[in-house]
């Protein structure tokens, strides 16, 4: 946390969060602000495939869900393709991904 509040001792410091009119929405330690930003970071990394780093079927599904719960006009295309598995068993993973 250091290079996000300068010293440690800085991140029980509190600021205050504010609604885009001016309002106080509320207060939080920065440290908890910090924590929250790299906690949420971790998740969608985790998400992520290692080599594409593109969402995978989870996170599609979850992106798709909260668009229908919304009533949301969208469209998706989805593509898979036959027998990419064999592609990766001969030529490696990397040259699956990338042809």
Not at 55 to 84: H, K, M, Q, T
């Amino acid at each position: 946390m250091r290079p996000a509040v300068g010293s440690p001792a800085r991140m029980y410091d509190d600021i205050m969060l504010l609604e885009p009119d001016g309002r106080c929405a509320g207060v939080v330690r920065i440290g908890d602000v910090v924590r929250g930003v790299a906690e949420r970071a971790t998740e969608v990394a985790a998400t992520l495939h290692p080599l594409t780093d593109m969402p995978g079927s989870d996170a599609l599904a979850g992106w798709i869900d909260e668009r229908v719960a919304r009533s949301e006009i969208f469209a998706v295309s989805w593509l898979d393709v036959d027998d990419l598995g064999t592609v990766n068993d001969a030529g490696g993973v990397h040259r699956g991904v990338t042809t």
